[in-house]
């Protein structure tokens, strides 16, 4: 069952631009997580966001989330060619039992 | 170092060749799963453990085993493999926030077992 969806699918900008990918979810969550994979490799874990909060950063990622909307978007600053991977959100649902239910995820590349 | 381990990272077999992959955490973590990618789908939960011999189903279960004796280990098993079994695996583990009703902490991955069933 696909929850969170990405958008655009797929996205191209040049180093130094900066990127911004959307979630959006359909039923009422605890937390909303974004990951990064690069190619063929295990995701890694970026931020989290509660369902309370509405705004987050971490270094040049900033994340926010509207939950009267339903969506949450990431945005990365200053890009850089190691910046290229697929992002992934997760969302964490109330009472889930631990689940998490993932998008199809953004894949961004970042031309030098 | 805190890490996800699976093994192999490739696997190529054919069909109804029973497999075992197996994953392995150092972080004496809890909560233990394991997803499917394919194209398009992004990633699909096959089965989840929430401790030692606490396991359930995920979302395409059908035609996967797992096992959890060992609170570090969590083997995935395929008694039968078919082609559409073929794709990318990932183990993923965690130790979940006991303060909230849900899910509240982040999953550490392995770096992927890339299975071919012929």
């Known amino acids: 069952s696909q929850q969170g969806e990405e958008d655009p699918q797929a996205l191209s900008i040049q180093e130094g631009e900066n990127a911004t990918m959307n979630c959006s979810y359909k039923?009422?969550?605890?937390?909303l997580q974004w990951y990064r994979q690069n190619s063929g490799r295990g995701l890694v874990h970026l931020i989290l966001i509660r369902s309370n909060e509405r705004e987050k950063h971490s270094g040049r990622l900033r994340v926010t989330l509207d939950t009267s909307k339903k969506s949450s978007s990431l945005l990365i600053t200053a890009s850089r060619a190691a910046d290229t991977a697929s992002y992934f959100c997760a969302t964490a649902l109330m009472d889930s039992n631990y689940q998490l239910i993932w998008g199809a995820g953004t894949k961004l590349i970042i031309k030098p | 170092e805190a890490q996800v381990t699976q093994n192999p990272r490739y696997l190529i077999t054919v069909t109804g060749k029973k497999l075992t992959v197996t994953c392995s955490q150092n972080?004496?973590?809890?909560?233990m799963s394991w997803y499917r990618q394919d194209p398009g789908l992004g990633l699909r939960q096959i089965y989840y453990?929430?401790?030692?011999?606490?396991?359930d189903k995920g979302d395409v279960p059908e035609g996967y085993k797992v096992s959890r004796k060992e609170k570090r280990n969590f083997p995935l098993i395929l008694e039968s493999p078919s082609p559409n079994q073929t794709s990318l695996y990932f183990c993923a583990s965690s130790s979940p926030d006991r303060g909230f009703l849900s899910y509240n902490s982040p999953l550490h991955f392995g770096n992927g077992t890339r299975l071919t069933v012929t």
């Open positions: 972080m004496n973590h809890e909560y």
């Open positions: 039923t009422s969550i605890n937390n």
């Open positions: 453990s929430m401790n030692v011999e606490v396991t």
